[in-house]
């Protein structure tokens, strides 16, 4: 069965367009874009668009490729301080001469919409609630418990073990009782490890690396991989085609794992405007 992210992002958004009117203010998400990235700015767009289309106000910040450090933290500060401002994202990649981490630890984690910041990755780990939490791996498992996939006691095993994916969305499946693989770059004879799993995850960015000898027979497949062919295609870690008859359920690439992180984007961001509500 695949996997239809699209429907089921839809599906939230509509949700959230609905509780957005029932506000009487409306939830600010700000934007900072350091340089010029074409990916990033479509990145940017595509969320800008999005809040806006559930009535959320949504502002950009574009700083210069060669913003120093003091100004990125200053302009983060400025956002901290003003109470008009729910929620803060800082889009990534950042120019090589700039600290990411420092500039993610300068967010208010209470604004820290993409759940980066040091204090909201380290509740999630132990067990505490965070203010926000990543948002594709939020997004995956929100598609699984939407086609009732069990996740309890199954046998997990991750591909990828970046600070937005991977280590988040292990923390999010250990959470909710799963036995957890994390595989990486150097894993080694990792198709003998994803061969036992109830549920492979890739997010590894290697375009169809993952073919149907990986997977056994009925697991569940989600593949958060985005690469793009040489022709501009979007394609994902696993080759759909070779693995669909053989898994349960996928997830296509486009229409799978992408659409959801925006959903939970804007829900991080409303989720952020109630807290700070109750706060005040
Ligand atoms: P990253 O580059 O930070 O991490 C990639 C991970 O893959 C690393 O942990 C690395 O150890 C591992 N890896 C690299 N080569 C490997 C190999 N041959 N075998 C096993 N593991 C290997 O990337 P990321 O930010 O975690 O993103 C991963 C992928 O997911 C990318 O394609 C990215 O575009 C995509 N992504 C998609 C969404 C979405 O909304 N669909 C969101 C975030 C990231």
């Known amino acids: 069965m695949i996997i239809d992210g699209k429907k089921i992002a839809q599906e939230i958004l509509l949700y959230l367009k609905d509780e957005v009117q029932k506000l009487d203010t409306k939830p600010t998400i700000a934007v900072i874009i350091v340089g010029q990235n074409p990916s990033s700015k479509i990145y940017v767009n595509l969320k800008q668009k999005k809040a806006i289309e559930l009535g959320m106000n949504s502002i950009v910040i574009e700083m210069q490729k060669d913003t120093t450090q003091k100004e990125l933290e200053d302009k983060i500060d400025e956002l901290n301080q003003n109470p008009e401002i729910n929620a803060i994202l800082v889009q990534l990649p950042l120019p090589k001469h700039l600290d990411t981490y420092k500039i993610i630890e300068k967010i208010d984690p209470i604004k820290d919409v993409d759940g980066f910041h040091p204090q909201n990755v380290g509740r999630l780990s132990i067990g505490l609630e965070p203010y926000s939490t990543s948002c594709t791996p939020k997004g995956v498992i929100r598609l699984l418990d939407a086609y009732n996939i069990d996740i309890e006691s199954k046998n ?125």
């Open 156 to 280: 997990i095993v991750i591909i990828g073990r970046s600070n937005i994916v991977g280590k988040p969305l292990a923390s999010m499946l250990l959470a909710r009782n799963a036995t957890v693989t994390v595989a990486h770059s150097k894993t080694l004879n990792i198709r003998a490890i994803t061969q036992r799993a109830d549920i492979v995850i890739a997010a590894v960015g290697s375009a169809h690396l993952i073919d149907s000898d990986w997977i056994k027979d009925k697991a569940v497949v989600i593949d958060v991989g985005i690469s793009k062919s040489p022709e501009g295609k979007l394609l994902g870690d696993v080759d759909f085609e070779s693995v669909k008859d053989k898994a349960s359920y996928i997830t296509p690439v486009p229409g799978g794992v992408g659409p959801m992180t925006i959903a939970m984007l804007l829900e991080n961001t409303l989720h952020l405007y109630n807290l700070q509500k109750e706060q005040k």
